[in-house]
């Protein structure tokens, strides 16, 4: 299988032909990068000065944005240039939710749009822990955010000025990779996801399909092994593209590259077109077990 399914589409409001649609929501939810080698996302001349590292507070890598909460995140600036510096995240967000409605209608009543992150620091910066290495192959779960089995579906747009590429690698399928690091993973303890959010390190009760993402995040990235040895692809998005992918199914790492921004939507299991492949239904099968209680579900299959 091509780790790319390349779509034409010069605007994040084109309009894309039924067959097109089609093509792109099954090579999605098949785990492929849908990659779109002629959109860019261009930036004003006003803008410009946000290409800079310094734009960022410095103890995150990333400035994030909550259009729900108006909240921005991670920044040094503030006053007016802060204000823009928002304006301009906030204008990705909106660009990008333009795409995947029109890419994606059968998502549109679902969709649930998340953070949205501006990324001018080096990816090849490393972290001081593995698990917040993104440079090794790992799939997408959140620590503190359980998700109740939503997909999480992630929208790149490279903005460097100096046409340098953002480099990634892609790994093997989910369910190979579900099938290599099930076996080393312990299940859930009774009353750990209660605990958890009583403390509050996880905002709301995390789930077992959520213990089981984290896991196999956990998991795929401590194993150098599984880093070095595992098939692989190496993909260089250069600057000027976008491309968008279901980082909770598909393994992947960024190896290099500057100046990036990212939205990320999440979409219930019965919101897919074929729900049978997404990490839910994957693990459920493997496991021979449901992984969300009635309690935890967020647009899980049940929940329909
Ligand atoms: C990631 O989602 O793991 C990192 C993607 C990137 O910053 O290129
Ligand atoms: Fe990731």
Redesign the pocket.
């Known amino acids: 299988m091509d780790p790319l399914e390349n779509i034409d589409g010069e605007r994040f409001d084109a309009v894309f032909s039924e067959v097109v649609r089609d093509r792109a929501l099954h090579a999605l939810e098949g785990g492929q990068v849908l990659f779109f080698p002629r959109l860019a996302f261009p930036l004003g001349t006003d803008e410009r000065p946000f290409l800079d590292p310094r734009c960022s507070d410095g103890r995150a890598k990333n400035i994030s944005y909550d259009a729900s909460s108006g909240q921005l995140k991670g920044t040094a600036l503030t006053g007016h240039e802060r204000e823009r510096l928002q304006a301009m995240v906030a204008r990705f967000a909106q660009s990008a939710r333009t795409l995947v409605e029109g890419l994606l209608p059968d998502y549109a009543p679902h969709l649930r749009p998340g953070r949205t992150s501006y990324r001018p620091v080096e990816a090849k910066e490393r972290p001081s822990s593995y698990r917040k290495d993104?440079s090794r192959l790992?799939v997408?779960a959140f620590p503190s955010r359980p998700n109740g089995g939503q997909r999480i579906l992630r929208v790149f747009s490279n903005v460097n000025p100096d046409g340098r590429g953002r480099v990634w690698r892609l790994g093997e399928p989910f369910e190979t990779c579900a099938r290599r690091f099930l076996p080393t993973i312990r299940p859930l303890l009774p009353g750990q996801s209660w605990l958890l959010a009583a403390c509050g390190l996880t905002a709301g009760r995390r789930s077992a399909y959520d213990h089981y993402m984290l896991a196999l995040h956990n998991a795929m990235k401590a194993d150098d092994y599984f880093q070095q040895h595992c098939p692989q692809y190496e993909v260089t998005f250069p600057a000027g593209t976008t491309w968008m992918v279901f980082?909770d199914q598909v393994p992947?790492a960024a190896m290099a590259g500057q100046y990036l921004f990212e939205q990320t939507f999440h979409v219930p299991v019965q919101g897919l077109r074929e729900p049978a492949r997404a990490p839910l239904s994957v693990l459920e099968r493997l496991l021979q077990r449901p992984l969300i209680a009635a309690r935890d579900q967020k647009g899980s299959i049940r929940a329909s």
């Open positions: 993104d790992h997408d980082t992947h």
